[in-house]
């Protein structure tokens, strides 16, 4: 429909912002925006949760929004306070990160975000430091942030970022929701999830939960600031947790039939739902898998230097 086409060229719009701020911090630090543990706040507050700032964060001089950067380099720098991401600052919602066909109620006092970072074709912890994807850690010397240079398999073929609803409450559908089940983990199928939904399409209320999914924007685990191209888009979401543990984060989107994603040279592009993803039930290789994705044209999409020679509109 018309509204539906103009709601999707704004989300698209909203996307590339995010994309181009994240591209200037690259051309300004050398470097592209950290997922987690940052150089930058590990000097300024080395203190217990100074690795939990997400790419969000560190990217809002490039979206425009200095003085919330500033506010939070003053809540979170102070010596002898924990730098905590979930200060006052993060209630500020950032109307670049929310795409207008989602329309997530508030969740609570804090600023959303639809927009994530990809982390590549391997699900894992929030914190390990595999470089699959443009989300990557700061963390020690094999886990710098990323470089333009590292993105072998080329800036168009890669994705940056893409979409990802904001989550619902109990009884949610399947993409808008999140599943809970113990044992979801790093080396769990892609269909593991769809176990967990019903014949109407949502989450039983046993193992629903979907209240914060990307409910805190300067949170850097997978539940807030992340996906992964491991399974195909709108496809269930599901782990043993909704934070550090929320371990399958698809992207996903109110758009009918894909999502849209942004690539590490800025361009956008609408992803199809049925775009190839290899076999859902392989369950996710070891953390220091190095080769090209198992997960098809989506899963090689998702990695920076897997060395898959694939193309997508």
Known sequence: SARESARRSACTSRLKQVALAALTHENAKRSFPPSSHTPEMAVLNPRWYWAWFSWACWTLPYMEEQSLYDRMIAQVSPPGLYPEPWASFSNTQIATLLCPSDGAPKI?????????????????????????????????????PLKMAEITDGTSNTIMFGEAQIGRYVNAAATGGFGIKSGVGSGSAPSTCGTLVDSNGTYSAAVASGNIIGGLWSMAVDGYANFYTYARPNSPRCGDGVEGTAIVMPASSYHPGGVVVARCDGSTSFVADDIDAGDPNVASPDNNYKAQSIYGVFGALGTISGGEAVKYP
């Open 108 to 144: 609570n006092t804090r600023g959303q975000t639809n927009y994530r970072m990809c982390r590549g074709d391997l699900v894992s912890a929030w914190h390990w430091n595999h470089r699959r994807g443009a989300a990557v850690n700061g963390w020690g010397a094999s886990n710098r």
